[in-house]
Structure formats: structure tokens, C-alpha cells
């Protein structure tokens, strides 16, 4: 098995930590069953924040896979999440797994229709649910699983939450939720790690927390492609019930935005992006931001807030519909710094 070199870049201060931790022994030991219990007492006890709220309506669009390079695909789910797999003669890389291992089965059904090569790495990108359920049959496939350091810490931490708040998909897809497992990385890293499969380098980055922390970029750099992670979609108003810095999440947008090294964004929801639609989110949010920022300086409460501040120059944007918890998320953040999820 081999294990990847963690690769300090050549832009970084030599005092940035770059490191790697492997637990391939204790994979079992990782590997934790559901407990429904707690999913329910979580329920049950009204500890489900604004966070669970659902997404819009689901449009039925169904999911397709798009070739954006001779080695590299985007299984493109508009009502759900996304995958990217790369294609190489010594295997396959997957990022994100969908959310039961049931639809991670369908996600390997459509690899298996391009190749027939091993499946050596999954990378999650963050700790969400719909990125890490399928993680399961993944793991029967014989995958090697990779996350930022955060990811693998979160995943553990809310897992009745991710769960609670799932149950609605896995009623609507007729999904059994004793069927999911807790299924943590083999592999960990901080800052930044490089894979080489087939003659291929995979650059995993981490700019500290987006829309939460261990948001996870992976730069496919010969096809000039990056996959982003929750920290970013298209056209579309964010969740703020995850985020510890939107700050932080402003700034790693710009420098996103400012790289030379892709063409095409591959991001974990939504359909192929470009640049200028990160400098769009990345300008909506500052807005958002300020906006509220500026609300919480004044005095003003969360309920005038919710009724006063209705962004009007956003309403075609997808999710502008959960605008009144995203202002009571932020509101959390703003007033205290608390962010209730992770609690
Ligand atoms: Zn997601």
C-alpha cells in the first residue's frame, strides 16, 4: 500500500506545519456503527438546529456523469451532492461518496462503466453527510479513505446530528439508515498532501475553514481542474450554521479565485463553474456579512433582522428561501462566537 508523501508547497512559510497521519491498523477500530439511538435522542430532544433545515423542492433533474478530461469525471447531481473520480492504469481516485451507501453503490455502478480498475483512494471533502454516507461501499470496494484532520474530528463529533438531519432523504430514496456506517479517513493531513496514482499528482489543500472547517480543494493540476468543496457554490446563499470564520471563508475565496493553476471547478454541489463565479459568491458573502455585521452593531434584534433584511438583489439565487435562518446562524456567530452544531 502506498502511503503519500505529504508535500510542503513551494509558496508556504517554512513555519506552516504540513503532516500526515496514517491509522491503516486502526481501521476497524475507526470504523463505528450508526447508533440510532442517539440520532433519535437527538431528534427527540429537540437538539436539532437551524442547520437541519431543508433544501428547496427537488427538481427531479436526474444525476449524470460528465467526462471534463480524458482521465477525469463529474457525477453531477443537482437534488443532491456530487462526486469527481479520476481514471489512471494504476486506479481510480473518488472525491465524495453521496449520502447512503446505497447511492455510494449507484456512484460505483457508473464508475465501473468507464473502467474496471481498483478503487484506491476516496477523499472526503468535508464532514457533511451527503459527502460521506456512501463511505460504505466504498470500504467493500477496498478504498483508502482521506480527509483534512478537521473533516475526520467533525465527522466523529456530530454524527447523530448529520444523521437526524438526514432522515428525510433516506425516507424519500426508501434508504435503510441502519445500512450507514461511521467510516473515518485511514490517512489525515493539515495543510496540504499530494497523491500520485498512475503518474498523476492530486494536490489535497486546506485554507483553513470555509463554510466549516477542513473544507477540503483538490487540484487536479495536468487537466487544470479543481474540485471545491462546501466553501463554495454557484449562485447559491450558503449555509452559515457551520462556519467559524467568514472571514477566513472571504479570504480563501479571493485566493481561489486568484489562482492560475485550473480552468474548470468541479464543486461539490451544483453544476461545472468558473472563476467569475467565485468572485461572485465571495462578493455576495462579504455583502451578507457586512450587512448583518452591521444589524448586530446597531442593536437591532434577530427577529427585526429577519424581518428587515431581506437581500431583494438575491432572490433568484438558489436557497434564498433558508435566508432567515442563515441570519439567525450568523447572528450566533456574530453575538458570541458559538457554533451550536459542533456542541
Ligand atoms: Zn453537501
Known amino acids: 500500500m502506498p502511503i503519500p508523501k505529504p508535500v510542503l508547497p513551494k509558496d508556504r512559510q517554512p513555519s506552516l506545519r504540513t503532516q500526515t497521519h496514517v491509522a491503516l491498523g486502526e481501521r476497524l477500530a475507526?470504523?463505528?456503527?450508526?447508533?440510532?439511538?442517539?440520532?433519535?435522542?437527538?431528534?427527540?430532544?429537540?437538539?436539532?438546529?437551524?442547520?437541519?433545515?431543508?433544501?428547496?423542492?427537488?427538481?427531479?433533474?436526474?444525476?449524470?456523469?460528465?467526462?471534463?478530461?480524458?482521465d477525469l469525471y463529474f457525477f453531477y447531481d443537482y437534488d443532491g451532492s456530487n462526486s469527481v473520480f479520476l481514471v489512471t492504469d494504476a486506479g481510480v481516485l473518488v472525491i465524495d461518496?453521496?449520502?447512503?451507501?446505497?447511492?455510494?453503490?449507484?456512484?460505483?455502478?457508473?464508475?465501473?462503466?468507464?473502467?474496471?480498475?481498483?478503487?484506491?483512494?476516496?477523499?472526503?471533502?468535508?464532514?457533511?453527510?451527503?459527502?460521506?454516507?456512501?463511505?460504505?461501499?466504498?470500504?467493500a470496494a477496498g478504498a483508502t479513505f482521506l480527509a483534512q484532520q478537521e473533516t475526520a474530528r467533525l465527522m466523529k463529533l456530530v454524527q447523530p446530528k448529520e444523521m437526524a438531519r438526514r432522515q428525510d432523504y433516506f425516507k424519500e430514496h426508501n434508504y435503510d439508515p441502519n445500512e450507514v456506517k461511521l467510516i473515518l479517513p485511514d490517512v489525515t493531513f493539515d495543510d496540504q498532501m499530494s497523491i500520485y496514482l498512475g503518474g498523476r499528482e492530486i494536490?489535497?489543500?486546506?485554507?483553513?475553514p470555509g463554510q466549516q472547517p477542513g473544507d477540503t480543494f483538490v487540484l487536479f493540476p495536468h487537466d487544470r481542474a479543481l474540485f471545491t468543496p462546501g466553501a463554495f457554490t454557484s449562485h447559491s446563499m450558503p449555509n452559515m450554521a457551520f462556519t467559524t470564520s467568514v472571514d477566513n471563508w472571504i479570504k480563501l475565496l479571493d485566493k481561489v479565485a486568484a489562482r492560475e493553476d485550473y480552468d474548470v471547478i468541479l464543486p461539490a454541489h451544483g453544476d461545472v463553474a468558473h472563476r467569475e463565479d467565485v468572485r461572485e459568491l465571495q462578493s455576495m458573502l462579504a455583502d451578507e456579512y457586512a450587512t448583518v455585521?452591521?444589524?448586530?452593531?446597531?442593536?437591532?434584534?434577530?427577529?427585526?433582522?429577519?424581518?428587515?433584511?431581506?437581500?431583494?438583489?438575491?432572490?433568484?439565487?438558489?436557497?434564498?428561501?433558508?435566508?432567515?435562518?442563515?441570519i439567525k446562524n450568523l447572528y450566533e456567530l456574530i453575538q458570541n462566537g458559538k457554533r451550536s452544531y459542533f456542541e
Open 30 to 70: 475507526a470504523v463505528l456503527m450508526l447508533m440510532v439511538g442517539a440520532a433519535l435522542a437527538a431528534f427527540a430532544t429537540g437538539a436539532l438546529p437551524a442547520a437541519a433545515q431543508s433544501y428547496e423542492p427537488h427538481t427531479g433533474q436526474p444525476a449524470v456523469v460528465k467526462q471534463v478530461a480524458s
Open 97 to 139: 461518496t453521496r449520502e447512503h451507501p446505497r447511492a455510494g453503490q449507484n456512484l460505483i455502478e457508473r464508475i465501473r462503466k468507464v473502467t474496471d480498475k481498483p478503487i484506491k483512494w476516496v477523499i472526503n471533502s468535508h464532514f457533511h453527510g451527503d459527502h460521506t454516507y456512501g463511505n460504505a461501499a466504498f470500504q
Open 203 to 208: 494536490r489535497l489543500m486546506y485554507f483553513g
Open 293 to 326: 455585521k452591521g444589524a448586530v452593531a446597531k442593536g437591532t434584534t434577530l427577529e427585526q433582522a429577519q424581518q428587515t433584511l431581506t437581500f431583494p438583489q438575491y432572490k433568484d439565487w438558489r436557497n434564498y428561501t433558508r435566508l432567515k435562518s442563515e
